[in-house]
């Protein structure tokens, strides 16, 4: 805990975006899940790189 720091905010990107960002992003990786799901499976893999000592 942070003596600094009185107030944390957790803030829902979606709930400030627009309308349309938030529909074309809700279809959009449905549409990616239904007809491209090696590419939804890539983009999770990469960003998901399981930890590593360093040196190793």
């Known amino acids: 805990m942070r003596a ?5 905010q957790v803030l829902d990107v979606l709930q400030v975006s627009s309308l349309l960002y938030r529909t074309l992003l809700g279809k959009g990786y449905f549409v990616l899940v239904e ?3 090696w ?3 890539w983009g999770y893999n990469i960003n998901d790189r399981p930890f ?5």
């Open 4 to 8: 600094d720091i009185d107030e944390v």
């Open 39 to 41: 590419l939804v499976e």
């Open 35 to 37: 007809d491209l799901p």
């Open 52 to 56: 590593r000592r360093r040196g190793q």
